[in-house]
C-alpha cells in the first residue's frame, strides 16, 4: 500500500522557535508537496519539489523554506515561527508528468505555535 | 490563473435525499478538475477527476461530476446521501504548468437522519 507519512500527528511550539515538520514517501515519486489547511481557506499550497535539491514557491511561501535532499524526503522548515503559523499542514506525493491525478497525501500534522 | 470557487461552506441534506456540491473553475488552459473528500480525522482522498476524456464522470461511493465548459462547472453530485457521506469536499483544479493542485475552500456536507 502507498504511503505518505508524516512524522508528528500534533505538534505544539513557541514563537520564535525553529520548526522541522517531516515527510517520507514510499512510492519514488518525483513530486512532493506542502500544503496547510485551515478553515474555511482549504488548502494552500506552500511548496513544492519536482526533483531532489529542486523547489518552488506555491501561493504562500512567505516564513517558510523547504529541503529536499534525498528523493524520498521533503521537509519543511518555519524558520522563526509565528502564532499565524498554526495550521494542519499536509505533505502530498505525485508521480512526474501526472498533473494531480495520482497525488497521495499524508494524514496531516497539526502544528499549534503559542 | 486557475482557481476554483465552491459555492456553499456547508451543505445539509437529508439521508435519501440528492446531494449537489457546486464548483465553479477558472483556467487558462483547458483544466483538468477533480473532487477530493476528506472524512473527520482522516487525509485526503480522491473522488474523481475529469482529465479531458468523458464529461460525466464517475467516482467512488456512487458520486459522479459533470463537466460544463460553457458554464466553467463541475459540480459533484449523489443521488441518495448516506449518513456515512459527511465529510469535507474539496474541488480542485491542476495549475497552468500542470506541477501542482489549487483547492477550493471546503464544502462540509452534514447528513440527518
Known amino acids: 500500500d502507498v504511503k505518505v507519512t508524516q512524522s508528528s500527528r500534533y505538534l505544539v511550539k513557541r514563537t520564535g522557535e525553529k520548526v522541522f515538520l517531516e515527510c517520507v514517501q514510499d512510492?519514488?515519486?518525483?513530486?512532493m508537496f506542502w500544503y496547510r489547511q485551515d478553515p474555511g481557506l482549504g488548502l494552500r499550497l506552500i511548496y513544492f519539489?519536482?526533483?531532489?535539491?529542486?523547489?518552488e514557491k506555491g501561493d504562500i511561501p512567505e516564513g517558510y523554506s523547504v529541503s529536499r535532499e534525498k528523493k524520498e524526503r521533503f521537509s519543511l522548515i518555519l524558520e522563526s515561527a509565528s502564532t499565524n503559523q498554526t495550521s494542519m499542514y499536509l505533505c502530498?506525493?505525485?508521480?512526474?508528468?501526472?498533473?494531480?491525478?495520482?497525488?497521495?497525501f499524508g494524514s496531516g500534522t497539526q502544528l499549534s505555535v503559542l | 490563473a486557475q482557481s476554483v470557487t465552491q459555492l456553499g461552506s456547508h451543505v445539509s441534506v437529508s439521508e435519501g435525499a440528492l446531494v449537489l456540491l457546486r464548483c465553479n473553475y477558472s483556467?487558462?488552459?483547458?483544466?483538468?478538475l477533480f473532487w477530493y473528500v476528506q472524512y473527520p480525522n482522516q487525509g485526503l482522498q480522491l473522488l474523481l477527476k475529469?482529465?479531458?476524456?468523458?464529461?460525466l464522470v464517475k467516482g467512488i461511493n456512487g458520486f459522479e461530476a459533470e463537466f460544463k465548459k460553457s458554464e466553467t462547472s463541475f459540480h459533484l453530485t449523489k443521488p441518495s446521501a448516506h449518513m456515512s457521506d459527511a465529510a469535507e469536499y474539496f474541488c480542485?483544479?491542476?495549475?497552468?504548468?500542470?506541477?501542482?493542485?489549487?483547492f477550493g475552500k471546503g464544502t462540509t456536507l452534514s447528513v440527518s437522519s
Open positions: 519539489s519536482y526533483d531532489v535539491k529542486m523547489k
Open positions: 483556467s487558462s488552459v483547458p483544466p483538468y
Open positions: 502530498a506525493s505525485s508521480p512526474t508528468g501526472t498533473r494531480g491525478e495520482k497525488l497521495f
Open positions: 480542485a483544479v491542476s495549475n497552468q504548468a500542470g506541477t501542482a493542485l489549487i
Open positions: 512510492m519514488d515519486h518525483e513530486n
Open positions: 475529469y482529465t479531458s476524456a468523458a464529461t
